[in-house]
Protein backbone atom coordinates (compact mmCIF):
# COMPACT_ATOMS: atom_id res chain seq x y z
CA UNK A 1 0.00 0.00 0.00
CA UNK A 2 1.15 3.10 -1.14
CA UNK A 3 1.91 5.76 2.10
CA UNK A 4 0.35 9.16 0.99
CA UNK A 5 1.98 12.86 1.90
CA UNK A 6 2.10 16.30 1.10
CA UNK A 7 4.47 16.94 -1.25
CA UNK A 8 4.16 20.76 -0.57
CA UNK A 9 2.60 21.94 2.84
CA UNK A 10 2.74 25.55 1.57
CA UNK A 11 0.31 24.70 -0.91
CA UNK A 12 -2.11 22.10 0.42
CA UNK A 13 -5.92 22.84 -1.22
CA UNK A 14 -8.42 24.39 0.83
CA UNK A 15 -12.14 25.24 0.49
CA UNK A 16 -12.28 29.39 0.50
CA UNK A 17 -14.60 30.87 -1.43
CA UNK A 18 -16.54 28.37 -3.95
CA UNK A 19 -17.64 24.50 -2.71
CA UNK A 20 -17.07 22.59 -5.80
CA UNK A 21 -16.09 18.78 -5.04
CA UNK A 22 -17.08 15.44 -6.74
CA UNK A 23 -17.02 12.17 -4.46
CA UNK A 24 -14.96 9.31 -4.77
CA UNK A 25 -17.88 7.11 -6.25
CA UNK A 26 -18.16 9.08 -9.17
CA UNK A 27 -15.13 7.11 -10.26
CA UNK A 28 -15.42 4.02 -8.78
CA UNK A 29 -19.14 3.39 -8.89
CA UNK A 30 -18.71 4.01 -12.79
CA UNK A 31 -20.32 7.41 -13.32
CA UNK A 32 -16.72 8.53 -14.81
CA UNK A 33 -16.87 6.12 -17.98
CA UNK A 34 -20.63 6.53 -18.30
CA UNK A 35 -20.09 10.03 -20.10
CA UNK A 36 -18.73 11.37 -23.00
CA UNK A 37 -16.17 14.18 -23.51
CA UNK A 38 -19.10 16.74 -23.51
CA UNK A 39 -20.82 15.81 -20.73
CA UNK A 40 -17.90 15.15 -18.90
CA UNK A 41 -16.57 19.00 -19.19
CA UNK A 42 -20.07 20.33 -18.50
CA UNK A 43 -20.70 18.47 -15.53
CA UNK A 44 -17.13 19.56 -14.25
CA UNK A 45 -17.56 22.52 -15.04
CA UNK A 46 -21.22 22.50 -13.06
CA UNK A 47 -19.19 20.98 -10.17
CA UNK A 48 -16.80 23.71 -9.97
CA UNK A 49 -18.90 27.03 -10.26
CA UNK A 50 -21.83 25.57 -7.71
CA UNK A 51 -22.59 26.47 -4.42
CA UNK A 52 -22.84 24.27 -1.20
CA UNK A 53 -26.60 23.36 -2.45
CA UNK A 54 -25.32 22.53 -6.32
CA UNK A 55 -26.87 25.56 -7.67
CA UNK A 56 -25.74 27.68 -10.55
CA UNK A 57 -27.15 30.09 -13.06
CA UNK A 58 -24.63 30.65 -16.30
CA UNK A 59 -26.08 31.49 -19.18
CA UNK A 60 -25.66 28.78 -22.22
CA UNK A 61 -24.24 31.37 -23.98
CA UNK A 62 -21.12 31.72 -21.60
CA UNK A 63 -21.16 28.34 -20.99
CA UNK A 64 -20.41 27.56 -24.15
CA UNK A 65 -17.91 30.25 -24.22
CA UNK A 66 -16.05 29.13 -21.88
CA UNK A 67 -15.65 25.69 -22.37
CA UNK A 68 -15.51 26.25 -26.09
CA UNK A 69 -18.21 24.49 -26.82
CA UNK A 70 -21.13 24.67 -29.85
CA UNK A 71 -24.37 25.13 -29.09
CA UNK A 72 -25.26 21.84 -30.46
CA UNK A 73 -22.89 19.69 -28.47
CA UNK A 74 -23.81 21.60 -25.30
CA UNK A 75 -27.27 20.97 -25.67
CA UNK A 76 -26.72 17.45 -26.14
CA UNK A 77 -24.46 17.31 -23.28
CA UNK A 78 -26.75 19.00 -20.77
CA UNK A 79 -30.15 16.63 -22.04
CA UNK A 80 -26.83 13.66 -21.58
CA UNK A 81 -26.49 14.65 -17.85
CA UNK A 82 -30.35 15.53 -17.08
CA UNK A 83 -30.98 12.04 -18.56
CA UNK A 84 -28.36 10.40 -16.35
CA UNK A 85 -30.09 12.00 -13.43
CA UNK A 86 -26.89 14.42 -12.72
CA UNK A 87 -27.97 17.28 -13.18
CA UNK A 88 -31.61 19.51 -13.34
CA UNK A 89 -32.36 22.34 -15.02
CA UNK A 90 -35.38 24.75 -14.99
CA UNK A 91 -34.49 26.88 -18.06
CA UNK A 92 -32.01 28.83 -15.72
CA UNK A 93 -30.41 27.30 -12.76
CA UNK A 94 -28.43 24.66 -12.41
CA UNK A 95 -28.40 21.92 -9.68
CA UNK A 96 -26.12 19.46 -9.39
CA UNK A 97 -27.61 16.27 -8.17
CA UNK A 98 -26.39 14.09 -5.19
CA UNK A 99 -25.10 10.90 -7.32
CA UNK A 100 -28.03 8.29 -8.29
CA UNK A 101 -26.95 4.81 -6.76
CA UNK A 102 -25.72 3.61 -10.08
CA UNK A 103 -25.09 4.97 -13.81
CA UNK A 104 -28.03 5.29 -15.92
CA UNK A 105 -26.39 4.36 -19.20
CA UNK A 106 -27.48 4.97 -22.76
CA UNK A 107 -29.50 2.64 -24.50
CA UNK A 108 -27.05 0.69 -26.89
CA UNK A 109 -28.36 -0.47 -30.45
CA UNK A 110 -25.23 -2.36 -30.90
CA UNK A 111 -24.98 -4.41 -27.67
CA UNK A 112 -29.26 -5.20 -28.42
CA UNK A 113 -28.98 -5.54 -32.11
CA UNK A 114 -29.63 -9.65 -31.91
CA UNK A 115 -32.83 -8.56 -30.14
CA UNK A 116 -33.30 -5.61 -32.41
CA UNK A 117 -33.05 -7.63 -35.49
CA UNK A 118 -35.24 -10.42 -34.51
CA UNK A 119 -37.91 -7.76 -33.80
CA UNK A 120 -37.41 -6.10 -37.23
CA UNK A 121 -37.85 -10.05 -38.72
CA UNK A 122 -40.63 -11.35 -36.80
CA UNK A 123 -42.42 -7.81 -37.72
CA UNK A 124 -41.72 -7.63 -41.52
CA UNK A 125 -42.69 -11.84 -41.91
CA UNK A 126 -46.23 -10.83 -40.14
CA UNK A 127 -46.78 -8.41 -42.34
CA UNK A 128 -46.30 -10.42 -45.29
CA UNK A 129 -48.40 -12.56 -43.98
CA UNK A 130 -45.81 -15.29 -43.33
Known amino acids: MIRKKVLDTRRVRRIDGGFGFI ?60 AKDLIAFDGTIFQVLDLPPKPIRPFSLKSDSPTVTRMIRHSLKEADGG
Do not use: E, K, T, W
Not at 67 to 82: E, F, K, P, S
Open 23 to 82: PHRFISDGFLSSLDAPQLLLYFFLVLVADRNGLSFYSYDLICSLLHMCLDNYIQARNGLI
